[in-house]
């Protein structure tokens, strides 16, 4: 079956490490998504990509970034951790012209 | 920009009984109206979603009913299970506008 996988599900990290979570999805699914989620503040989009080479900046994007090299993979790298960056990422897909999105289990990252 | 408002942020009901979380948003531009179940420990997953131009749409015991004029749309939730709790979350789309609410704690106590 095609699914989203995210690794590792649970990170811990120091303060000014960079840190990159993997996200795959085997649908082949143009549309890839990064998310934070926090307590009061629900899921926030960080990057998007609408295909390979493409990326575009969400509205929490300061301190992240993505790459594109292929159709399955959206890594999300955390340049210089931050304890503010404490949260549990979601990874997400859909196809192309399909509102739907579907998610990952999600990567807990505490950053010490 | 975009606000979107979720209400109750909490809601609890006895099994059987009905459930409904409104969403409120300001973008008149958005045209599709989903609703995600967040389960503990996973990620959230699509339950049911509704376009512009219809005003109900139903599966099962869940309902989404959308005012466009008044730019909310709801979550029904009838003959409630234990299964059902869980938070659920509403995201008003507009082409490239991915806005999540802040989310609905719904507990079904037995």
């Known amino acids: 079956d095609a699914e989203i996988t995210q690794s590792p599900r649970h990170k811990i990290t120091e303060t000014g490490r960079q840190v990159t979570l993997a996200c795959h999805q085997t649908?082949?699914?143009?549309?890839m998504f990064w998310y934070r989620q926090d307590l009061g503040h629900g899921l926030r989009l960080i990057h998007y990509s609408y295909g390979v080479h493409d990326t575009n900046k969400g509205e929490v994007s300061d301190g992240y970034s993505v790459s594109r090299s292929n159709t399955e993979d959206l890594p999300l790298t955390l340049e210089s951790a931050a304890s503010s960056q404490t949260s549990v990422y979601f990874c997400?897909?859909?196809?192309?012209?399909?509102?739907?999105?579907?998610f990952g289990p999600g990567t807990r990252l505490l950053v010490l | 920009g975009e606000n979107v408002e979720q209400h109750p942020s909490t809601l609890s009901v006895q099994e059987g009984d009905s459930a409904v979380i409104k969403c409120t948003y300001s973008d008149s531009a958005s045209n599709y109206f989903p609703w995600y179940k967040q389960e503990l420990g996973k990620g959230p997953q699509l339950i049911i979603d509704?376009?512009?131009?219809?005003g109900e749409k139903k599966d099962q015991r869940i309902a989404v009913t959308l005012n466009k004029t008044a730019k909310h749309f709801s979550l029904h939730i009838t003959e409630t299970q234990p299964e059902d709790s869980a938070v659920y979350f509403c995201a008003p789309f507009r082409t490239y506008k991915y806005i999540f609410g802040t989310g609905t704690r719904l507990k079904v106590l037995a």
């Open positions: 649908w082949n699914h143009n549309n």
């Open positions: 509704i376009r512009s131009n219809v």
């Open positions: 997400a897909s859909s196809d192309s012209g399909v509102e739907t999105q579907y």
